[in-house]
RNA sequence: GGAGGAAUGGCAGAGUGGUCGAAUGCGGCAGUCUUGAAAACUGUUGAGGGUCACACCUCCGGGGGUUCGAAUCCCUCUUCCUCCGCCA
């Protein structure tokens, strides 16, 4: 949700940008703005209003205190119909609270000044590409079935006990999945991310916080006993728990980093290339967050991607960076970088990672603040990215290196396998 | 799950119908004093809306109600605490 000051702001230039996700918003954007301006002069009836009926009740309390009751009672009437005119204001003013609300909701943020104009993914923009693309033998195979070859995955047993998405890890496949959440976990708290557990099941404010509610309501596991939601992506509890928050500028930037679980329903996902690990209803990631100031966040940005750069480059995955392009970019994100490594059995590229900051507009649902001194309190921005997401990366390495009559395990992950190779 | 109690400003904690956005203490900030610091003293210190700036309006866990008037009374939800039950 973008700030409504911004939007008042900086209208033309908004709608400008938005043109660059394909959507022209100048519609929307009048529309919020006559909404706001609708908003206003009826909180100022409304304000106006009420300020007399508060006087009125100030006056009747004094009137009894000196012994007056009949000019007291005749006042009382004034403000009954004081207040009546309140409560209509107040519903007016309700519902144009509402609508103005509702068209925020459907806004996307603004994109970057980097972000390319384009469609789809085919016109995202490649920034960087490091790695050789190994030559496999004529036999190499795909990972999924690398993963029965070994024993290492079991895809048909998550179908018994859950269904399609929800694979069996066994044995090294097990101890790999484990030995890649520590790696992670351990590279990004040695980059100043602190390590945080947080639940994975979520409630609908948490929802509304982060973006995920109402735009996309259809893709989070919904608990509807209790009103809660498995969470798609640690970003969201993490950063929830700004929610109503200031900080002191002092105790930015904040850094996090979380393991969690994520769960996402993929409703609409089909064919070929969901194969495998390619995309799972459940799956594990290691992520980071990051909080702001305006000042510093593109800045912290850069930082998030060569620390994710790093990570790749020590498992020596051959991988690209993608800036994405305004129709790809999401709902919530101003610039967004996907990374992709090469799977090079289904010679294609699998996203791993994406590091996006959204500015303020997380911030603006989530009401994360932060204050100078006696400043008053402005927005944050957030930022998190995938540091990183395990099974495109457990695809990569066992498509990447598996040589004759086995697969090689990095160096660096040996000491967390205690194996390397799995034969 | 059952029975009681509670929820107030960064924290602690008063306030049971009429200038209460809210005493007091602690903390924070600024100043005086000091070579400097501490102590002491003085002042200041919630958020949002609105305004050029004031004024003004809203917020005492959330929602609803009673009343001319609610932090204070009623209903409801949530959360926390104590006891009982169950349990990794």
């Known amino acids: 949700m973008l700030p409504l000051q911004t939007l008042r702001e900086n209208a033309d230039a908004i709608a400008l940008a938005m043109d660059?996700?394909?959507?022209?918003?100048?519609?929307?954007?009048?529309?919020?703005?006559?909404?706001?301006?609708?908003?206003?002069?009826?909180?100022?009836?409304?304000?106006?209003?009420?300020?007399?009926?508060?006087?009125?009740?100030?006056?009747?309390?004094?009137?009894?205190?000196?012994?007056?009751?009949?000019?007291?009672?005749?006042?009382?009437?004034?403000?009954?119909?004081?207040?009546?005119?309140?409560?209509?204001?107040?519903?007016?003013?309700?519902?144009?609270?509402?609508?103005?609300?509702?068209?925020?909701?459907?806004?996307?943020?603004?994109?970057?000044?980097?972000?390319?104009?384009?469609?789809?993914?085919?016109?995202?923009?490649?920034?960087?590409?490091?790695?050789?693309?190994?030559?496999?033998?004529?036999?190499?195979?795909?990972?999924?079935?690398?993963?029965?070859?070994?024993?290492?995955?079991?895809?048909?047993?998550?179908?018994?006990?859950?269904?399609?998405?929800?694979?069996?890890?066994?044995?090294?496949?097990?101890?790999?999945?484990?030995?890649?959440?520590?790696?992670?976990?351990?590279?990004?708290t040695e980059a100043g991310y602190q390590e945080i557990q947080v639940p994975h099941l979520v409630n609908e404010a948490s929802g509304y916080g982060t973006g995920q509610l109402p735009d996309k309501e259809g893709q989070m596991y919904h608990v509807q006993e209790d009103n809660l939601y498995l969470i798609p992506t640690a970003e969201v509890p993490v950063t929830n728990l700004f929610r109503d928050v200031i900080l002191e500028k002092a105790e930015l930037p904040v850094r996090y980093t979380a393991y969690t679980p994520c769960f996402r329903r993929e409703a609409g996902s089909y064919g070929a290339h969901v194969r495998g690990l390619n995309r799972l209803h459940q799956f594990d990631k290691v992520e980071i967050v990051r909080v702001e100031t305006p000042e510093h966040s593109y800045e912290a940005l850069e930082e998030m991607v060569s620390h994710v750069k790093g990570l790749l480059e020590s498992l020596n995955l051959p991988y690209r960076i993608l800036r994405l392009c305004g129709g790809d970019l999401g709902f919530t994100s101003a610039l967004t970088y996907d990374f992709e490594v090469y799977s090079t059995a289904q010679q294609r590229w699998l996203e791993v990672s994406s590091v996006s900051n959204f500015e303020a507009f997380q911030a603006n649902r989530l009401k994360l603040r932060f204050r100078e001194g006696g400043e008053k309190p402005q927005l944050a921005h957030t930022l998190n990215g995938s540091a990183l997401a395990l099974p495109r990366i457990l695809a990569g390495l066992l498509e990447n290196c598996q040589e004759a009559g086995g697969i090689r395990i990095p160096e660096v992950l040996v000491p967390y396998t205690g194996f390397d190779r799995i034969s």
Do not use: C
């Open 20 to 188: 660059k996700r394909g959507l022209d918003a100048r519609p929307i954007v009048s529309k919020i703005l006559n909404l706001d301006q609708e908003r206003r002069n009826l909180q100022a009836r409304l304000d106006q209003t009420l300020a007399e009926a508060n006087t009125a009740s100030r006056e009747i309390g004094q009137l009894f205190k000196a012994g007056k009751p009949a000019e007291a009672n005749a006042l009382k009437e004034t403000s009954s119909h004081l207040k009546a005119q309140s409560k209509e204001l107040q519903e007016q003013l309700g519902i144009a609270a509402e609508a103005l609300q509702e068209a925020l909701y459907l806004l996307p943020n603004t994109p970057n000044d980097l972000v390319p104009a384009g469609q789809d993914e085919a016109d995202n923009e490649i920034v960087y590409q490091w790695g050789e693309i190994p030559t496999l033998e004529a036999d190499a195979l795909p990972h999924w079935e690398l993963a029965g070859k070994y024993d290492l995955i079991d895809f048909e047993l998550g179908v018994k006990i859950t269904g399609a998405g929800f694979p069996v890890y066994k044995g090294k496949g097990a101890r790999l999945q484990r030995a890649l959440i520590s790696y992670f976990l351990d590279r990004n």
